[in-house]
């Protein structure tokens, strides 16, 4: 079993920053991809950004281009969202997820079918 926890969420006016944090715990593996997901009631789950094992491969979203930035650092089996000029769009729960592979690719990346282990969420609420 593997755990991911996220923190780091919280109440942010437009324009301001946050960075979101996800620890994995228990069966770690630092050879998978991670992704973070972000829902807003009433929708889908949306495709926020991926990194392969490597920290050689990132992808985002096209509406977080540029704002966003994922990380990681495998000696702490952690991965972060830095989240930069932030607006009331990007107000959702937050998700962490693992990969079943070690880099998604060709757009696969985006698709929640291919994680296997999520973390709880965490709010991020930007006022306008």
């Known amino acids: 079993q593997v755990q991911l926890v996220e923190s780091g969420g919280g109440l942010v006016q437009a324009g301001g920053s946050l960075r979101l944090s996800c620890a994995a715990s228990?069966?770690?593996?630092?050879?998978?991809?991670m992704g973070w997901f972000r829902q807003t009631p009433g929708k889908e789950r949306e495709f926020v950004a991926h990194?392969?094992?490597?920290?050689?491969?990132?992808a985002y979203t096209d509406s977080v281009k540029g704002r966003f930035t994922i990380s990681r650092d495998n000696a702490k089996n952690t991965v972060y969202l830095q989240m930069n000029s932030l607006n009331p769009e990007d107000t959702a729960v937050y998700y962490c997820?693992?990969?079943?592979?070690?880099?998604?690719?060709?757009?696969?990346?985006?698709?929640?079918?291919?994680?296997?282990?999520w973390g709880q969420g965490t709010q991020v609420t930007v006022s306008s």
């Open positions: 997820a693992r990969s079943v592979y070690s880099g998604l690719y060709g757009g696969l990346y985006s698709d929640a079918r291919y994680y296997d282990y």
């Open positions: 228990g069966r770690t593996s630092t050879m998978n991809s």
């Open positions: 990194i392969d094992w490597s920290d050689n491969g990132t």
